[in-house]
């Protein structure tokens, strides 16, 4: 079985996040690149999968600026087979389409039998890649898994929905996100970081896939009107208690709608 795991390379959620307030896109520079936590747990499905199934091959695939070698890098060193990052400058500013577009462009290179995400990344949040790269390639998606099993021809597992849990299958080929319920991914060990090193990291531009991808190439897109910093935060009101502490507390909860 060949699965593709999905990565993003996102600013570390524990460093302090900017966005350039010019352009609207992410301040790279601010803070340190790393893959999103959930496709680490995304990956790690597919390293138990591979554990009990050798004949397993594990593909992770991003699109990035170059610098998301880093990230792909880690990942095989958890223990991914090789990696592909899908890069060009022509490429920045991508919407979701254009980064769907993009990606299921790469899988339809890749004869992969399981695609597996995250169910949002923890930047750009939009919840719905994995689910537009299944409509273009015309498979099947299980969204927003809990917990996943891999089988040889088919995946099967549970999600959590307003009203109870949803318990879905599929036979494969098919795309499944997971969240960040699923397996907790494991640290890369010594050995697997002195492995990564030789492992194929492959980068290809849009051109290698054939497709017209980026903002430039969008027949419609989604453009960012206008950012606006988080405003400073202010200092609350102190209450000293002389008695009536409670009354105020209240008093203020009230008017702020809290209670
Ligand atoms: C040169 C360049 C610069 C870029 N700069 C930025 C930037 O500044 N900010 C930004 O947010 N994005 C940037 N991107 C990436 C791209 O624009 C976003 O990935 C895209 O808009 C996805 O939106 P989302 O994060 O809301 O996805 P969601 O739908 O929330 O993501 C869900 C899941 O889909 C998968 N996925 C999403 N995006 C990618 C990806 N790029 N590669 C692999 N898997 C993915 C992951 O498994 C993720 O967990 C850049 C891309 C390139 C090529």
Redesign the pocket.
């Known amino acids: 079985m060949k699965i593709v795991v ?3 390379q ?1 600013p570390d959620t524990w460093s302090d996040r900017k966005i350039n307030l010019d352009t609207g ?2 301040d ?1 520079s601010a803070s340190d690149p790393v893959p ?1 936590e ?2 680490e747990r ?1 990956l790690e499905n597919a390293l138990l999968y591979k554990e009990a199934n050798a004949d397993t091959e594990i593909v992770v ?5 170059e610098q998301t070698t880093q990230t792909l890098r880690k990942l095989l060193s958890m223990g991914a087979d090789s990696a592909v990052l ?4 022509a ?6 389409v ?2 769907a577009r993009t ?1 299921a462009a790469a899988v339809q290179q890749m004869d992969a039998d399981l695609l597996l ?5 923890t ?8 689910a537009m790269i299944a409509e273009i390639l015309g498979w099947p998606v299980l969204p927003g898994l809990d917990h996943l099993q891999i089988a040889a021809d088919e995946v099967s597992g549970t999600a959590q929905v307003d009203a109870g849990t949803l318990t879905l299958s599929s036979p494969l080929p098919a795309v499944v ?1 997971v969240t960040e319920k699923t397996a907790e991914a494991r640290f890369p060990s010594f050995k697997g970081i002195m492995q990564a090193k030789k492992k194929p990291l492959d980068t290809w531009n849009s051109a290698d896939l054939g497709i017209q991808a980026g903002p430039e190439a969008a027949s419609s897109r989604s453009v960012m009107v206008s950012a606006q910093g988080r405003p400073a935060k202010e200092a609350g009101p102190k209450i000293t208690d002389d008695g009536t502490a409670a009354a105020q507390l209240a008093e203020f909860l009230v008017a702020n709608r809290l209670i």
């Not at 995400?117 to 990344?121: I, K, P, S, W």
């Not at 930047?123 to 994995?130: E, S, T």
Request: charged share 15%; aromatic share 2%.
């Open positions: 999905l990565a993003k996102v896109f992410l790279r999103d959930i496709n995304a695939l991003s699109m990035g600026p899908v890069t060009n400058p490429l920045a500013g991508s919407d979701m254009q980064t990606l995400a995250g169910n949002e990344a930047d750009g949040r939009g919840g719905m890649v994995p996100s």
